[in-house]
């Protein structure tokens, strides 16, 4: 089945980029996800990239595809303190009505 | 903005105990998921609708659990003779089975089986 692994946590300082990496099995899905969680909250998305971009920016946010490596990265620019919370990256596969495989998240944790 | 709710938020309950759960899904949508997240990981699918029909379901949806959505609109998800197992944040998704498909999570119900 399909594998969807991310690291697990990420620390930056306010103001620097924080970059969150995803690699992935199943090629065969046409968007791949980025949802942020806050503690005891449910999934926020945040972005979303066709699969046949490479590249998609979104105000603070870049998410970058590499198709050839399965891989998918999400780029926050000035992070904030507010930015602190569990990213994870989801893939729906080749499923025609879109069961999403989420990573174990990555806890990004912003120091001041 | 009347986005996925769920309800209760939380809920605490005694092993062997049935609990029931609702999601009321953003109004437009056809499409209701079923996910269950436990601590440390990220949300594992159970359970999928396209309007009141059940299309698939995961086998990690054990004989203790079933679904519904009568009519299309809320769904429920009921769990008998809970085991301490089942402790977990179960989420509930919809989308409108557009091109991108986009699923619009709740809150979640966090379920605690003493």
């Known amino acids: 089945g399909e594998d969807v692994e991310q690291s697990l946590f990420l620390s930056v300082r306010e103001g620097d980029s924080s970059v969150i990496n995803c690699t992935y099995t199943?090629?065969?899905?046409?968007?791949l996800y980025w949802y942020k969680q806050e503690p005891g909250a449910g999934l926020q998305l945040l972005t979303y990239i066709f699969s046949n971009m490479d590249m998609k920016q979104d105000q603070r946010l870049t998410v970058l595809l590499n198709k050839k490596d399965k891989h998918l990265s999400l780029r926050i620019a000035d992070t904030q303190t507010g930015d602190s919370a569990i990213y994870f990256c989801a893939n729906p596969g080749g499923t025609s009505y879109g069961k999403l495989t989420f990573g174990q998240g990555t806890i990004l944790t912003v120091h001041p | 903005d009347t986005g996925v709710s769920q309800n209760p938020r939380h809920k605490i309950t005694k092993r062997g105990q049935n609990v029931t759960f609702r999601c009321d899904p953003i109004?437009?949508?056809?499409?209701l998921y079923w996910y269950r997240q436990t601590l440390g990981q990220g949300p594992e699918f159970l359970t999928y609708f396209q309007n009141e029909a059940q299309l698939e379901k995961s086998r990690l949806l054990s004989d203790r659990f079933s679904a519904e959505r009568p009519k299309g609109s809320f769904s429920t998800l009921e769990i008998q003779r809970t085991e301490q197992g089942d402790s977990a944040m179960y989420l509930c998704?919809?989308?409108?089975?557009?091109?991108?498909?986009?699923?619009?999570f709740g809150p979640g119900t966090r379920l605690t089986v003493l």
């Open positions: 998704a919809s989308s409108l089975g557009s091109r991108t498909d986009t699923q619009y």
């Open positions: 199943d090629s065969s899905s046409t968007y």
């Open positions: 109004s437009e949508h056809n499409r």
